[in-house]
C-alpha cells in the first residue's frame, strides 16, 4: 500500500474511531437516605454518657477506654492477625487485576518467530502440481500488533467492571479491619467480666467458708442442729462448683484473644486486664445518616458491587454489537539466515477486521438480560444493607439508654443486697436468725454481685458496638497502617470521605 492511499484509510479509521460511543448505563450513586435521625427513641443525654451529633469516630475509638492493655492487644492483633493479611493480599491481588483487564484497552504487541523445513509444489501459485517443486529451510521473526477500538465501549466497561469489583475488594478489607478492632475491645470486655465474676464468686466461697466454720463450732457448742451445718455445707459447695465453668469461660475468651492475635494460646501472653482497668467514655459520637452511608464499609461494598452490576450491562450490551479490531505485522522472512534483516526479506501487513454477531441462538440477549437482573438484585441488596445498617445503629443506641437505667438498678440491688448480708450475719451470731435465712441473704448478694457485673460490662459492650456500627473511624487510620504492604486503590478512602452520593438509581 502506498503512503498516498494509507491517508484516506487512516483518516476513515479515526472517523471510526471518534463515533465510538460507551453503551450501557452510567453509573449513578444510590440517593442519600432522608432520615433525620436512627429511631425514634431519645438516646441518653444523662451525666454516664452524652452525645456529639454530628460528632466524628476517631480512628483509634478503643483508646478512649484508657486502658494501655486494651490497646496493646488492638495493636498486637492489627499486626499479626492472619484473616487481616489475607484481607491485604486479596486487595493486592485484585489491583493486579484491575491492572491486567486495564491492559487489553491498550495495543497488544506481541514478538513471533519461526524456523521450519517444507516442501512447496505449484499448488502453491495455483497452477499444476508438476510445474514447481522446492524444498528447503525457512526463518521468520518480526513483531505483531492487535488493538481493539471497542467502538461500543465494552473494553472500557470491562475496565469501569473490574475497579468496581477492586473498590468491592478495598471495602472488604475494611470491614475485616473494622470487625477485627471490635472482636477484640469486646472480646477483652468478656475477659475482663469472668475475671470479675471469678473474683467475687471467690470472695463469697471465702465468706461461706468462714460461716460454715462458724455453724461448725455452734453445733459443737449445742447452739444449732445438726441440718444447720449441713445447709451451710451445701451452699458453700454450691458456690465453688461455679468456679470451674467461669474459669473454663476466662480462658476460652483468653484463647480467642491470641486467636485474634495470630498466635497460638501458648505462644500467646495475656496482659493483666480487669473492668477496673476500663473507663467509660463520658461522650460519644454520633454520625449523621447522611454520613453514615459514605463510611460503613458494608455500604461502601454494596455500593462498589452495584456499580460493577452496573458497568456488566454495558458489556452485555457492546456484546451484541460489531467489534472493530486494528492489526498489523511485520516479519523478515528467507530460507536462509544470513538473508535474515535485508530488504528483500521485509514483508508486512495492516488491516482493518470487523466482527458482527448475526446468530448466537439468543444467547446474548439472555447475557443482557441476566446483567440487568444481576442489577436489580445488587440494587436490592444495597438497600437491605443500608437498612441492617440503621438497624444496627439504632440497637446500639436504644441498648446505651437502657444501659444506664439498668446499672444505676443493679448497683441499688447490689448496695441493699449486701447489706442485707452483713445484718443476717450480724443477727446470726447473735442467734436472732437461723442458718437458713443466712443462707438467703448470701444466695441474693451472690446474684446481685454477678448480675451487676454482667451490668457494668454491658456498658463497655454496648458503646463498643456502637463504634462498630458508625464505621469504626477507618477513615482516620493512616494508609499503611489500614492496608499493609497493599496499595491503595484508585477508590481510596481519603476520597470516600469527600465523595457525596448524589443522583437517582438508573434501570
Known sequence: MSRASLVPALGALGAVVLAGCTVGPSFVRPDVPAAAGYSHSVPPTGAMQSFAFGGDVAGDWYRLFRSDALDRLVRQALANNPDLQGARHGLAASQDELKAVAGSALPQIDATGQIGRGRINGSELYAPVNSLSATGNRYELGPSLAYDLDPFGGVRRSIESQQATTATTHDQLLDTYVTLVDQVVVTAFDYAATVAQIDVTRSLVSELQAQYELTQQLENAGKTIRSDTLQAQTQLENVRATLPDLEQ???????????????????????????????????????????????????????????????????????????????????????????????????????????????????????????KERYAQALSSYRGTVIAAFVEVADALQALQHDGDSYTAHNRALEAASANRDLAIEEYRAGKYTELQVLTAEQQYQSAALTQVQADVQRFTDTAALFRALGGGWWHVPDRALLGAADVPSTSHADRNVTTPSGNNHE
Open 249 to 371: 469461660q476466662r480462658d476460652a475468651y483468653r484463647n480467642a484473644l491470641a486467636r485474634l492475635s495470630g498466635q497460638t494460646p501458648d505462644e500467646f501472653r495475656m496482659p493483666p486486664l480487669t473492668l477496673a482497668d476500663f473507663a467509660l467514655p463520658n461522650r460519644l459520637p454520633l454520625s449523621l445518616p447522611s454520613v453514615l452511608v459514605r463510611q460503613r464499609p458494608d455500604i461502601l461494598a454494596a455500593t462498589d458491587s452495584l456499580h460493577a452490576a452496573s458497568a456488566e450491562i454495558g458489556v452485555a450490551e457492546a456484546a451484541r454489537l460489531p467489534q472493530l479490531t486494528l492489526s498489523a505485522a511485520y516479519a523478515q522472512q528467507a530460507t536462509a539466515l544470513s538473508e535474515l534483516f535485508t530488504e528483500p526479506g521485509g514483508v508486512w501487513s495492516a488491516g482493518l477486521g470487523l466482527a458482527a454477531p448475526l446468530f448466537h441462538g439468543g444467547s446474548l440477549a439472555a447475557r443482557a438480560d441476566e446483567a
